[in-house]
Each structure stands twice: as C-alpha cells, then as structure tokens.
C-alpha cells in the first residue's frame, strides 16, 4: 500500500494482493462496495471536474487501467507496473468469484456490448455464474430503478459494468443505495477488451492521453511549486 497524489486527490496505490484482500472483505460485508477502474484518459477529465474528483472519492476501491499513473505516482517497482499492464487485479477476482460460483450481473450500454462484455469476462474465466444482464443506456432515475428491481429480484454477488465513465458514474450515484449486490465492479473501457490486437488508432489515441495525462501534471506540480515560493 503507498498513499500518492495525483493532481491534488489523496489516493492509495494498492498491490494486486492487498486489492484482493480488501475485495474479499467487501464480500459479506452486508452493503454494496463500488470498485472504479482508472485510467490516464479517464484522470484527464477528472483532473478539472470536481464533480468527478467526488466521484472518485466516493469509491470504496480504486484500481488503475494504465500504468503510467503509477509510473507518474513515484512507483517504478517492476513487479507493480506488470500487474497494472496484464490487469492481474480483475484475472484474479475473476477467477474466485467463479471458483466460489458466485451470482454476477452484467451491464452495458447495448445487447452487443453485454455479448462482447461476457465473452470477454468467460475468456479470463469459463463457466462464471451470469444470472442476469441489462442494457443501461438511458441517463434517468426512472431507467436506472428499473434496471435496480430487476438486479435486486436476482440478488447477485456482483454486479460488473463497462460503460463510458461519466455515464457509468452516474448511474451508480443514482443506483448504489437502493442496489441488492455485494460489490459494483465498474469497468473502463480497455479492461479484457477482446483480447485481440489493439488498433493503431486506438493506440495512437491511448498514447496522446498518456502526454495530455503527463501534461496536466507537470502542470499541477509547477503552480504548487509558485504557491510555496509565495
């Protein structure tokens, strides 16, 4: 565990093993505990939206996406950088949430995203229990209390998402006091995203976010550094 500071939020950098432990303790623990996945694109936003800066402290765990964050953290440490790159936080999950064959239920933005949602989660782990799945793909209370009765008739374990992250993040604000579910595994976009290749827009794309994440930054630490002189 290191505490770091990523553009003026307080945060814990977390191993895959003390992740797991905590994860483990969320489950039985008798109220819904939300996982964010981050990653540099998403810190952009973040970074100059305090309404997502709460979104984020609201988190009971945090798991970053990208390991340039925790290179940009202060943390070089091989091992620690490897288990952000091969994502070994959520293979593991994974793997004991279908070893215990606990209830999972899934949501996206549309019926091809859960199909491509599920085969991605069944190729890190076959023979995962998926009770149930809905699209979520409207921004109002109303949508998301119908999505919630449907979750709660079920009562799964966990509840896994993909979708865009201000999307995501709402609809967990609206849904997370009334949902029936032990933990909220709420997926970036890039998290066991097929599998395949990554595209070259696609990288070109990711790597402008990891200069634009760099910037902002340097940035942030060279107006703290005018503020002590003052």
């Known amino acids: 565990m290191q ?27 008798g109220s819904l505990n939300t996982i964010l996945f981050i990653s540099a694109k998403i810190l952009v936003g973040v970074g100059v939206s305090e309404e997502q800066q709460a979104w984020m402290a609201d988190a009971d765990l945090i798991v ?9 953290a202060g943390i070089r440490t091989k ?32 019926e091809e995203k859960l199909e491509e949602l599920e085969a991605d989660l069944k190729g890190v782990r076959e023979g995962l229990n998926i ?26 374990v966990a509840v896994i998402s993909r979708i865009g992250f201000e999307h995501q993040m709402r609809m967990m604000e609206g849904m997370k006091r009334i949902l029936n579910a032990e933990i909220w595994l709420a997926l970036d976009h890039r998290v066991l995203s097929g599998g395949e290749k990554e595209p070259f827009l696609k990288k070109l794309l990711s790597k ?15 107006a703290n550094r005018q503020d002590e002189k003052k």
């Open 3 to 29: 505490k770091i500071n990523i553009l003026g939020m307080n945060l814990t950098d977390y191993s895959v093993r003390e992740a797991v432990g905590i994860t483990d303790r969320f489950l039985g623990s």
């Open 64 to 72: 970053w996406t990208d390991a340039e964050i925790v290179k940009q």
């Open 79 to 110: 091992d620690r950088i490897h288990e952000v790159e091969d994502q070994s936080y959520i293979r593991e999950v994974l793997k004991r949430l279908g070893r215990g064959k606990k209830s999972l239920y899934l949501l996206a933005e549309s």
């Open 131 to 156: 009770i149930g799945r809905s699209v979520a793909d409207g921004m109002v209370q109303e949508e998301w209390d119908d999505i919630a009765n449907r979750v709660n008739e079920l009562a799964p």
């Open 208 to 222: 402008w976010y990891h200069l634009l994440f760099q910037k902002q930054l340097s940035e942030y630490q060279g």
